[in-house]
């Protein structure tokens, strides 16, 4: 079992940046793909970001040069910083944890508002 606790959403003005955490329980963090997922109002939910328990990753296309994943094994935690922010970015942002033998984890969700 793996808990999730994602932070760092808020409002932020068109062209802003956020950096969004999620916090990761137990010992084993380090097997896991972390992806980030977000799902704007009538709108089904899309994987944003990856990152592989090898480090590779992977952005959807509305996302790339403008986000970056990264994890941090030491202290269990996978970050989104995400630049260049659009109103098109609006949506609640989940973390997420997979790996193929112990299956998926996700997290409350963060909502992330960018409007002027």
């Known amino acids: 079992q793996v808990q999730l606790v994602e932070s760092g959403g808020g409002l932020v003005q068109p062209g802003g940046s956020l950096r969004l955490s999620c916090a990761a329980s137990g010992s084993i963090f380090h097997i896991y793909t972390m992806n980030w997922y977000r799902q704007a109002p009538g709108k089904q939910r899309e994987l944003v970001a990856s990152i592989t328990s090898g480090g590779s990753t992977n952005y959807a296309d509305s996302v790339k040069g403008r986000f970056t994943i990264s994890r941090d094994n030491a202290k269990n935690s996978v970050y989104l910083q995400m630049n260049s922010l659009k109103p098109d970015d609006t949506a609640v942002y989940y973390c997420?944890?997979?790996?193929?033998?112990?299956?998926?984890?996700w997290g409350q969700g963060t909502q992330v508002t960018v409007s002027s």
């Open positions: 997420n944890a997979y790996q193929i033998n112990r299956g998926a984890f």
